[in-house]
């Protein structure tokens, strides 16, 4: 199970391209633009700023998991 578990982070860590995380009005104003190097750059914050939240909740899951185990 903690392979999988690290096999997964590792995944969603490493391709973050997959998550196209972009808001109905995020999208509208940047295809209007055209710009898409300006589009690329706010869909990759959009997917990290949406992360840290998961990231820090199963890590705070985990010591206290190891916390009622021990």
């Not at 190097?37 to 010591?63: E, H, Q, R, S």
């Amino acid at each position: 199970m903690r392979d999988v578990v690290l096999l997964l982070t590792l995944v969603f860590l490493l391709v973050p391209e997959l998550a196209e995380a972009q808001c109905a009005m995020c999208r509208a104003v940047l295809e209007s633009e055209g710009s898409e190097a300006t589009a690329k750059g706010i869909n990759n914050g959009i997917v990290y700023l949406m992360a840290i939240p998961y990231l820090l909740v199963a890590g705070l899951f985990f010591f206290i998991y190891k916390k009622m185990k021990a």
